[in-house]
């Protein structure tokens, strides 16, 4: 079955006010991003589908490209008219991270992002520091790779570019219906694309989404907003109390009541990203809502003098409805033509940072399961054996980042005050590590969790290529056939 042949692709496109910071900083050379080497060793599959991702985000793409190394046909549809610079910071954990490197982004990642040394948490009113976490070099030691801030837009063109001479991107190509039993998508232009595999990776308030839940539902709201911002640091390093903030290099949280403030430089130490959650007052799920930086002031009124100040150098800002989704019970098609991906099944608030980093998964696993296909039979059973791989992982992460929600605004009182007693009690220990000291301290269930070592080693040691290799090594015999791929 073969994909319509598409017009030529439009190029990445940056934001009009921000082209010549972004031509500099996303690949930090000026150099177009190549293809490093070949996935799964080499191995590719030896029937090759026609696949169409729809949405051209983080995990659309990074599917593209997995399912590209892994032999296949991949056509990206994406909504917008151009590709161009959204979003403000991302964090990247070593469980991302590691697969990039393995992509060969390495060294871009080195020249755009930044590596930070710790996490800290403040108290919203007076600034005092009750949490701390070592975070730099110690990542790569404990987990194999390591942490990064990076801006969304870096990230986004290292990737495309990374994808683009792999296969075809069409923009302008909004997906309005589909018909499941073919697989065929209907275009807001009224053509008609045929494929063998459609991935839906169109986001939170996905298109696709309903077909597999047997028809329309919507996100709900999480009672949370956010304003997004970027200062230049060269603002914060004129001012003695803020040049701290991008000398030390860390991410530094503020917590108060119903509301938090987390912050960290970007785009080698020359933006700092701030992010500013607060109860929502009505508003649109987007990234790209404008924002009044005179409301924001007013929803920060009486917090610590240094978050005045960022404020005050803050002319203009992003709104950002948060929204959540339950956990599906499937996120694939009863007819084995259409599975989702990221967002549209497992939407990630941000509470946790890992929301880029579970779509990536899911394509990683998505992309080296589909490196063994061989004949048609298998399609759906690698597609359940994704779920099963990815489901348990990605809907546990969903809770813990609803459980930080919690955590970061509680009101001023007893609670606070425990989660302030565990959170420094946890610093402590942690600062007697940094010391050469050893840990004295249970810290399973602390209410700072990246200073849970046992879940950072299961949510930073996760490799999604060799949890896709273990499920082959022990369910492959059941897809081996005559023409199968061993």
């Known amino acids: 079955m073969r994909l319509s042949v598409p017009p030529p692709s439009l190029p990445f496109i940056a934001s009009m006010s921000t082209t010549d910071n972004m031509s ?29 991702v729809v949405g051209c985000g983080l995990g659309g793409i990074a599917a593209a490209y997995c399912l590209a190394q892994a032999g296949h046909k991949v056509t990206i549809l994406e909504a917008a008219l151009v590709i161009g610079e959204i979003g403000a910071g991302i964090q990247v954990g070593p469980n991302l991270t590691r697969l990039l490197i393995r992509w060969g982004l390495g060294k871009h990642l080195e020249e755009v992002a930044v590596k930070p040394e710790g996490l800290k948490f403040r108290r919203w009113c007076t600034g005092e520091t009750v949490a701390w976490t070592r975070w730099g070099n110690t990542m790569e030691e404990e987990y194999g790779a390591p942490y990064y801030h990076i801006h969304r837009a870096d990230f986004h ?4 570019e990374l994808v683009e001479p792999q296969c075809t991107i069409r923009t302008n190509c909004r997906v ?19 494929a063998d595999l459609v991935i839906g990776a169109d986001g939170v308030k996905s298109t696709l989404r309903q077909y597999v ?10 009672g949370d907003a956010a304003y997004r911002a970027v200062i230049p640091t060269e603002k914060l390093l004129r001012d003695p109390d803020l040049r701290s903030l991008v000398e030390k290099s860390e991410m530094v949280g503020w917590i108060g009541p119903r509301r938090h403030i987390m912050a960290y430089n970007i785009r ?16 649109e799920e987007s990234w790209t809502a404008k924002g009044s930086a ?3 002031r007013v929803e920060f009124a009486g917090w610590e003098p240094r978050i005045q100040k960022l404020l005050a150098m803050i ?9 959540d989704r339950d956990p599906l019970e499937t996120w694939i098609h009863k007819d084995g033509k259409l599975v989702l991906l990221g967002d549209s099944c497992h939407p990630m608030l941000p509470y946790r940072a890992q929301g880029s980093a579970m779509a990536v998964e899911d394509a990683a696993v998505l992309g080296n399961l589909f490196s063994r296909l061989a004949h048609r039979s298998q399609i759906l059973p690698l597609l359940h054996a994704y779920q099963s791989i990815r489901y348990d992982r990605a809907t546990a992460t969903q809770i813990s980042s609803r459980l930080n929600q919690h955590i970061f605004h509680l009101p001023d009182g007893p609670q606070q005050e425990e989660r302030d007693r565990e959170m420094r009690a946890a610093m402590e220990d942690a600062l007697r590590v940094a010391r050469g000291e050893r840990s004295t301290l249970a810290l399973a269930g602390n209410a700072n969790q990246w200073a849970d070592k046992e879940k950072n080693l299961i949510q930073f040691g996760y490799d999604a290529d060799e949890e896709a290799e273990k499920w082959w090594q022990n369910h492959g015999h059941t897809l081996r056939g005559p023409r199968a791929l061993l």
């Open 176 to 194: 309005v219906s589909m018909d499941t039993s073919k697989p065929t998508l209907t275009l807001e232009s009224g053509e008609v694309m045929h």
């Open 315 to 323: 002319p203009s800002t992003l709104k950002w409805k948060l929204m």
């Open 294 to 296: 005179d409301n924001m």
């Open 157 to 160: 063109r290292m990737l495309y």
């Open 213 to 222: 839940v047997g028809g329309p539902d919507r996100a709900r709201s999480t």
């Open 24 to 52: 500099q900083t996303a690949t930090g050379t000026g150099e177009r991003i190549v293809n490093a080497g070949k996935l799964y060793q080499g191995r590719r599959a030896s029937l090759s589908l026609e696949v169409v």
């Open 268 to 283: 080698a130490k020359r933006e700092y990203n701030i992010v500013m959650v607060h109860p929502d007052g009505g508003g």
